[in-house]
């Protein structure tokens, strides 16, 4: 199949595919397709100066992080050996490599045909490297595809920031598309920061398979958008892997969100784990759906489903659906759900000491996500998602980088090889 065949089909895909097909979620799902179609046809009156230079200055004097890749509509520069931008001859190579086909989601097929940045991450065996990207994206839609490669013992810490350079009042969608493959005796970490602006569509599919003896975790930390759509495939594929997503979501007025994560454990002794914490403040609402299935053979495997919902105000809502299938006895398997507003007694005991309501309610949100972020290895990430966060209860902000002060945030400590399956009612 070459290039323009593959799109021509994902083309096709995106005009007849059902918006969401799983039998278990079409009825608890977040619908944009009719949005995004009207946002893609609409005719641009005027091109938009495609200049990331003002938001890198900005985002490395406010956090002094330094980005070495900068990817924007009609531009891309890097620092990284490890990076590169393919072109169209190059994709056709990747195709049957592929680990989302065309027709596997409406919204893929959609990122599929209109992506313009296919950018290809390759960290060869026994490499060591650390990486910092920044999408900064006009408001005008974008899509892109991130292919990610950690070669047999290499290792990478990557850190991915998307921003838009300014926010518009007109409607448009930010759509990112990852795969990646972490191969044998490999170690990744994966760190995705999503800081769009209120009139934005934010998108997020991320697909993951680790290989005989390698670790991969990503901590992804939803900030902004208007409406939000993830979904991510994790998969455990051979023996003694171990796959980990976390996901954090600061959601505040007009923010709503439909987030899905399916855990796959194909292999024996293989680990699957998923965190899941969001915060709902306004009228904000969503969906925090997680499936896990161990298949047959997988013995001694572990998977773990945890979702979470913290509520600060009587408008907001969220639903929670963890769910497992298991094929095989001899495994841990467990899966939790729970959301709930900040318990009052709390907000009396803190206040009683002296506190306003105000930081009373951002001490409690740093607990909530205190030891999410600290799974965070990579201390640039860390630092940026505390921030951002920080900003959102204070202020109700999103889609700007705000100035990072380590004085109010930080983070509990998590114990080196502490079981995730320790504090479940299950296994004490």
């Known amino acids: ?75 891309f520069s890097t620092k990284s ?42 960290v060869p065996a026994g490499e060591n490297a650390s990486i910092n990207i920044l999408f900064a994206c006009p408001n005008k839609p974008f899509s892109g595809q991130i292919i990610i490669r950690v070669g047999e013992g290499a290792t990478l810490n990557l850190l991915e920031f998307t921003t838009l350079q300014k926010e518009s009042e007109k409607q ?24 769009e602006g209120k009139n934005s569509i934010t998108l997020n599919f991320y697909k993951a398979k680790t290989n005989e003896y390698a ?29 980990e997503i976390n996901e954090s979501i600061a959601s505040c007025d007009p923010q709503k969100f439909d987030m899905y994560t399916h855990l796959l454990n194909d292999a024996p002794k293989t680990i699957c784990h998923s965190e899941t914490k969001a915060l709902i403040m306004g009228t904000s609402n969503g969906y925090v759906k997680g499936f896990a299935k161990i298949l047959k053979g997988a013995v001694g495997s572990r998977s773990y489903v945890e979702e979470r919902g913290l509520i600060l105000d009587k408008g ?38 002296g506190l306003d309501l105000k930081t009373s309610r951002q001490l409690v949100v740093n607990g909530f996500f205190g030891q999410i972020l600290s799974k965070m290895e990579k201390t640039d990430a860390k630092r940026m998602s505390m921030a951002l966060i920080h900003d959102k209860v204070a202020f109700g ?31 004490r």
């Not at 195709?95 to 045909?113: E, G, P, W």
């Not at 095989?328 to 000491?353: C, Q, W």
């Open 215 to 243: 670790h991969l975790k990503t901590n992804i930390l939803y900030n902004g958008g208007g409406k939000i759509r993830s979904r991510n495939n994790i998969i455990c594929a051979e023996e003694m892997a171990l796959n």
């Open 397 to 427: 902000k999103f889609g700007h980088v705000p100035k990072i002060e380590m004085n109010e945030l930080w983070v509990s400590d998590v114990v080196p090889g502490q079981s995730i399956f320790g504090g479940h009612y299950k296994y």
């Open 1 to 75: 199949m070459d290039y323009n065949e593959f799109k021509s089909k994902a083309l096709l895909a995106w005009q007849t595919v059902p918006e969401e097909q799983s039998e278990m979620y079409k009825h608890h799902y977040l619908a944009m397709a009719d949005e995004i179609s009207k946002i893609a046809q609409d005719p641009v009156t005027q091109e938009e100066k495609d200049d990331p230079n003002p938001i890198v200055e900005q985002l490395e004097s406010q956090s002094d992080v330094k980005m070495d890749t900068i990817i924007s509509n009609n531009s």
């Open 172 to 195: 448009t969608f930010m759509a990112l598309l990852h795969e990646v493959t972490v191969e044998k005796n490999a170690k990744a970490e994966i760190n995705i920061i999503r800081n």
């Open 316 to 353: 907001g809502y969220i639903n929670l659906i963890p769910d497992m299938s298991i094929d095989e006895n001899e495994v841990k398997a467990t899966h939790s759900g729970a959301s709930a507003p900040i318990d009052p007694n709390i907000l009396f005991y803190l206040m009683s000491r």
């Open 81 to 122: 050996k490890f990076v590169k931008l393919l072109t169209e001859s190059e994709m056709v190579s990747e195709l049957a490599k592929k680990q989302y086909s065309s027709s596997d989601d409406k919204f893929i097929a959609m990122v599929h045909f209109n992506s313009s940045k296919n950018i290809l991450i390759d």
